[in-house]
């Protein structure tokens, strides 16, 4: 079975700054990874996912996340953060093993950006 | 423009009361999921679909009932079995249900039990 860890469940940060959300997960198998964005009472929208190549993966709005897999983290960033951006960030995982697509979700850090 | 619609955005009932949230997709996706939000809780399983006419458990099933008779619809009928029924529920869709797939996700519908 596998779980994602989002240690920080909230995030404040000032317009204009950088910021990084944080994703760790656990696994007996490889995996999949994602970060979905949720704005306030919307479904999840896809930010980005890592498949396989390259662990640097570049995605919607500006956001970017790094896969490490020694330290078992995908850690998303973006260097210059927008009002705009205020929302709900998940990470998921998925095995790769598995038969279906079966998402193991975080428990969210919400972002805050004020000016 | 292609979608997943989920209805009603807001619903109310009261307890011992079955309830229908519907789901529908026109992207032809073969794969179908249902998912629970509470705050704090992040995102869990109840049902999912990779094909008309079938479907399994999620993480959390019981309390929920689903049905595939059409490709592009999914509706969850929470039960008064089901304790907590009080929750954002969403509604996601994939092109099949392979790992790989990525799953793209309705609006969702606000569950209150009065």
């Known amino acids: 079975a596998q779980s994602v860890t989002q240690l920080d469940s909230q995030v404040p940060v000032f317009e204009e700054a950088p910021v990084e959300l944080r994703c760790n997960y656990s696994?007996?198998?490889?995996?999949?990874l994602f970060w979905y964005v949720q704005y306030p009472n919307q479904g999840l929208q896809l930010l980005l996912k890592y498949l396989s190549g390259s662990t640097l993966v570049k995605g919607i709005n500006g956001f970017e996340a790094e896969f490490n897999k020694s330290q078992t983290s995908f850690h998303l960033r973006k260097p210059s953060v927008h009002i705009s951006d205020t929302a709900e960030y998940f990470c998921a995982v998925s095995a790769l093993t598995g038969t279906a697509s079966k998402l193991t979700f975080g428990t969210g850090t919400r972002l805050q950006v004020t000016l | 423009d292609g979608g997943i619609t989920q209805s009603p955005k807001y619903l109310f009932r009261k307890e011992g009361q079955n309830v229908t949230l519907s789901c529908e997709q026109n992207?032809?996706?073969?794969?179908m999921y249902w998912y629970r939000q509470d705050p704090g809780q992040g995102l869990r399983l109840i049902y999912y679909s990779q094909i008309v006419n079938d479907f399994q458990k999620g993480d959390i099933a019981e309390g929920y009932s689903v049905s595939r008779e059409k490709k592009e619809s999914f509706p969850l009928t929470v039960t008064s079995a089901q304790k907590n029924p009080t929750a954002f529920y969403l509604c996601?869709?994939?092109?099949?249900?392979?790992?790989?797939?990525?799953?793209?996700f309705g609006p969702g519908t606000r569950l209150t039990v009065l």
């Open positions: 992207l032809n996706h073969d794969a």
């Open positions: 696994s007996s198998v490889s995996v999949y």
């Open positions: 996601a869709s994939s092109i099949g249900g392979r790992v790989v797939d990525t799953q793209y």
